[in-house]
């Protein structure tokens, strides 16, 4: 089954092959919704800007840890802040969220699904026996081509491109394809943050691999993306 909802500032998909359905996984990620979302006067994020939180909640804190370590690894380039000085914990609470969901969905039974959230991916076991999920790199500068597709099997791909986060100094797109969608997505942030040294910076993370398009559209990948890719468009 698949449906579509707007959750976490994006559009969620959720296809699950077998198993319960996705509503207990979408009713975490609603929920998380309200707890994380900046643009939520009564989130939780919004109301530690304020002041009104007693006590820091347990999960929140985790999802903010992440953001500072990620902080210091890159000397500031990646930021839970935005350049206005907004809290908004981004990626960091994307991936974070979309871990609960998953879980949820394997407690039920579920050990192939593919949760897509506004192009960021987590795609876990095969549509079918034998074949990998689909997954599109997002073209930076086109919204309706992909730069390349990727067979995928138990991975995450994130994709950072100039809408979402302002200029990338000098670079145009950058995708992280990781165990998980925590360290795809900010280590896709970080590494758009930094700009052309984020390349080699991300390659060199634990598990990652990159596929980043820079100013002048010239296209960087690590060299075992190549067992991944299905199709690249020049």
Do not use: K
Not at 114 to 140: F, K, M, Q, S
């Amino acid at each position: 089954m698949s449906r579509v909802e707007q959750l976490l500032g994006r559009p969620v998909s959720i296809e699950v092959r077998d198993g319960v359905p996705a509503d207990g996984a979408y009713d975490c990620l609603a929920e998380l919704d309200r707890r994380f979302n900046p643009g939520l006067a009564d989130s939780q994020v919004c109301r530690l800007e304020r002041g009104e939180l007693a006590e820091l909640p347990v999960d929140l804190a985790e999802v903010l840890g992440i953001c500072a370590y990620y902080e210091r690894l890159t000397g500031g380039a990646f930021s839970a802040r935005t350049p206005g000085g907004r809290l908004d914990p981004g990626p960091a609470a994307l991936g974070w969220a979309v871990r609960r969901a998953a879980d949820r969905l394997r407690a039920g039974g579920s050990a192939n699904f593919c949760l897509n959230a506004g192009g960021d991916v987590l795609a876990v076991g095969e549509p079918e026996p034998g074949r990998p999920w689909v997954v599109g790199i997002r073209h930076p500068e086109l919204a309706d081509r992909v730069c390349a597709v990727l067979g995928v099997r138990d991975l995450a791909v994130a994709t950072r491109v100039p809408v979402e986060r302002g200029p990338g100094g000098g670079l145009l797109a950058v995708s992280v394809v990781a165990a998980d969608l925590i360290t795809a997505g900010v280590v896709a942030a970080a590494a758009y943050a930094l700009g052309p040294d984020g390349v080699s910076w991300a390659d060199s993370q634990p598990g990652c691999l990159v596929f980043a398009v820079d100013a002048e559209h010239v296209v960087h990948r690590s060299a075992a993306l190549d067992e991944l890719i299905v199709v690249e468009v020049s």
